[in-house]
């Protein structure tokens, strides 16, 4: 492919008009892969309506130099011409005509309509208002070696085929662009116009894809694009077949989740987005003897028989990781979800301040709701310490496994781990009513009978939060309407619209300059609301929430909203977790 660059205007040293001056071009060899994607002309014919300066400067397009195969290293570092050397005067301004060398084959280019006196460049069409005959012009592209034509592209806009929408820039209001390539090729986020100078010494190095020149030496890039993966290889831990290195890699990362899976090699996640750490593949034998190397014999027993297994392992004091083993294609895999050992505060969470109040409730049902991920944990996990914190409280915790670890203060934790503490969700709800607690904990409402007996825990005068995986606070509610039988489902919405004190439903998104932010939506329970839920209502319930924002209550496009404008988040990423995003673009609009 060619690569050509103008300079938009060359003083000679006689005090003559400005002339442009045409850099030899880039032979990229066919067989390197490497593409431009597609944008603007690089030299496009001046547009004699153009009010800039250069408006009337002739272009000479008669006498572009020959240029054969040539290593990509003897291209790049070759001696810029001086103003006006290789192009001579003509006075028909014709199109140029002959092959023109594309690494492994060539390209023929050919006159089909005729020039105006305005100038024409070989790969744009020239238009002159007033000119009939210039609306004729059409120039083609042909490959000599397939026999494909190659459609022009117009020098103002981009032809519709290529799905091209925006307008190119004049040659005065720019410097420089990559010509277009005609195939297949990546569409760009954006286009940076730079200086003709500064594409001197700059080019792909085929062996990485990267720029030889390093990025930081220009003012800009010349072309953002977005990673052809979204695994980014870091650096490898010092034994990739220790499960205890890898825990130590992720934590040194700060990432959430650690994946062994046969076939990859270790993966983390971070700010959300998967990434790779070192290059070695993980086989069979590996990925068990790494997984087993982290269950009891217990454990394993039950992994054998389940084929998938919950846990929590602790990691040198510093933090714990919530582990689940499972069979994949009939091959062990693991997932490590990182417990942070420090319990953040709900202001250190940046969490709504009404979130303190659900603290200092005697009774009722609070639940924290959102996709798996989004850090409905840690949010719980923050609502339990400031209660242990600042009252003398039992507080008895559920879970599966056991994740945040409470630490001693003026209240009594004691928290209870599936199948090393109680065999089930329902034995452990049914007992904890004979144990004295003022707090309940349940980890997860996963099925009809933890519902229903977190509800009926709730129903007796103690604090009961709870999880589940819903969206919004509307569809929680008939979540758990849902999983009764259609004759209990009246007395359901009675006892819980006597029962709930208010929905916490969250998203985790990435902020603007690394790590990520909560954005809440809160429903508290007003008479309004309860009334919607023994009406069977919920439908209605989003709209007592965005007119209720004095009463603490706000839409999860409310909280978006406040992170766009905050400069936490980008509007594009606040739009793609929004459940409703023309709400969200009120609220913007609205906030400028």
Same mark, same amino acid.
């Given at each position: 492919?060619? +690569?050509?660059?103008? =300079? ?27 593409? +431009? ?8 014919? *001046? ?25 990509? =290293? ?32 060539? #390209? ?17 069409? !020239? ?15 042909? =490959? ?5 034509? /190659? ?45 003709? $100078?500064?594409? !001197? ?41 220790? #499960? ?12 959430? =989740?650690?994946?062994? !899976? ?13 990434? $790779? *750490? ?87 049902? /609070? ?13 719980? !996990? ?13 507080? /008895? ?94 007395? +359901? ?77 980008? +509007? ?21």
């Amino acid at each position: 492919m060619l +690569i050509w660059c103008m =300079d938009p205007q060359v003083n000679d040293p006689a005090g003559m008009s400005p002339q442009v001056m045409a850099t030899p071009p880039t032979v990229l060899p066919a067989s390197s892969g490497f593409q +431009i994607p597609s944008s603007p002309p690089l030299a496009g014919p *001046i547009d004699s309506s153009d009010s800039s300066p250069y408006s009337n400067i002739p272009v000479d397009v008669t006498a572009v130099p020959q240029v054969d195969t040539a290593p990509i =290293d003897d291209v790049l570092n070759a001696d810029q011409p001086e103003a006006g050397e290789g192009a001579t005067e003509t006075d028909d301004k014709s199109l140029l005509t002959g092959p023109i060398s594309l690494g492994g084959g060539s #390209v023929q280019m050919k006159e089909v309509g005729k020039s105006t006196s305005s100038g024409v460049s070989p790969f744009v069409s !020239a238009t002159s208002p007033g000119s009939a005959e210039s609306n004729e012009t059409v120039n083609e592209v042909q =490959d000599v070696s397939t026999g494909d034509t /190659i459609v022009p592209i117009s020098a103002k806009s981009f032809d519709s085929d290529l799905n091209l929408k925006q307008t190119a820039p004049s040659l005065s209001e720019t410097g420089a662009y990559a010509m277009p390539v005609a195939g297949n090729t990546k569409p760009i986020d954006k286009m940076i116009p730079v200086e003709p $100078s500064k594409l !001197a010494n700059v080019g792909p190095d085929l062996s990485t894809g990267t720029d030889s020149k390093d990025e930081e030496d220009l003012e800009e890039p010349i072309l953002q694009q977005k990673p052809l993966t979204p695994l980014k290889a870091l650096k490898a831990p010092a034994n990739t077949n220790d #499960v205890r290195s890898l825990l130590a890699a992720t934590f040194d990362q700060g990432a959430s =989740d650690l994946h062994l !899976a046969v076939g990859y090699p270790p993966i983390i996640r971070v700010d959300g987005n998967l990434t $790779s *750490i070192g290059g070695q593949v993980l086989n069979k034998d590996q990925v068990k003897e790494m997984v087993n190397s982290v269950l009891t014999t217990e454990q394993r027993e039950l992994l054998e028989v389940n084929k998938e297994v919950d846990l929590a392992i602790d990691y040198e004091g510093k933090a714990r990781f919530r582990v689940n083993a499972f069979t994949s294609k009939g091959m062990l895999s693991a997932a490590f979800r990182l417990i942070p050992s420090k319990i953040r505060s709900l202001d250190e969470l940046n969490l709504p301040k009404k979130l303190h109040e659900f603290c200092k409730l005697e009774q009722g049902l /609070i639940l924290v709701t959102g996709p798996t991920g989004h850090g409905k944990s840690t949010t719980l !996990a923050a609502l339990l310490e400031e209660i242990n914190q600042n009252q003398d409280r039992h507080i /008895i915790t559920i879970e599966d496994p056991i994740e945040y670890v409470f630490p001693k203060s003026r209240g009594l934790v004691q928290q209870r781990e599936l199948h090393q503490d109680t065999h089930s969700w329902e034995v452990a709800l049914r007992s904890v009513l004979r144990e004295d607690p003022d707090v309940v904990m349940v980890g997860e409402m996963r099925d009809f009978e933890t519902i229903a007996a977190t509800i009926t825990v709730a129903e007796t005068g103690h604090l009961v939060f709870a999880t589940l995986h819903t969206n919004s606070a509307a569809q929680s509610i008939d979540r758990i309407i849902d999983v009764f039988p259609p004759h209990q489902q009246g007395q +359901i919405r009675v006892q819980l619209a006597n029962v709930l004190e208010g929905v916490i439903s969250q998203r985790l998104l990435p902020k603007i300059g690394g790590g990520r932010v909560a954005a809440v939506e809160l429903m508290m329970a007003t008479p309004a609301v309860r009334n919607l839920i023994r009406e069977q209502k919920s439908y209605q319930v989003d709209n007592i929430i965005s007119t209720s924002y004095d009463f603490g209550m706000q839409t999860i496009e409310r909280a978006l909203a406040g992170l766009v404008s905050s400069g936490q988040v980008d +509007i594009e990423t606040a739009k793609r977790y929004s459940v409703r995003p023309e709400e969200l673009d009120k609220l913007l609009n609205r906030n400028l």
